[in-house]
């Protein structure tokens, strides 16, 4: 890590990048504490986490195999299984048979799954923004900027 002593005064971007492994513990930092603080929005609404995450790549990923949707999430094929029973008995997730594989269903959001979801980011956003409108116009500004680098860096497509 590259001592503060050793960047330029006042440390500004246009003078010196501050070193990848300081700003990657300042990122690491603030990301957990932000998504931590962002869940208690989702807290708010009718699912759980795992069933949220879960729904989020149905929605987002389009119709999705049970393995791959547990790829993506990380867990077993029987722990999705009880999250995707429980998506579709709350009537938020179909199953279907796979065209494509007659031995296979893929998942799909309802209707009623994309407007639960649509729902949870309207809330997080805007309670994101409220906190925003705490910041100087020049901290939004910097964060405005910086939001193409973050997208990059966490793999996500731009949204915008």
Known sequence: MTPRSARPAGGSP???AP???EVADRLHSAAIHLLRWLRREDERGALSGPRLSALSVIVFGGPVTLGELAAAEQVRPPTMTRIVDAL???GLATRR???ADARAVLIAATR???RLLAEGRRRRVEALAERLRG???DERAALHAAAPALVRLSGAPFSG
């Open 19 to 21: 070193a990848a492994d």
């Open 135 to 137: 910041l100087n116009d």
């Open 112 to 114: 009623t799954g994309r």
């Open 88 to 90: 579709e008995a709350a």
């Open 14 to 16: 246009a003078t010196a």
């Open 97 to 99: 048979p796979d065209p």
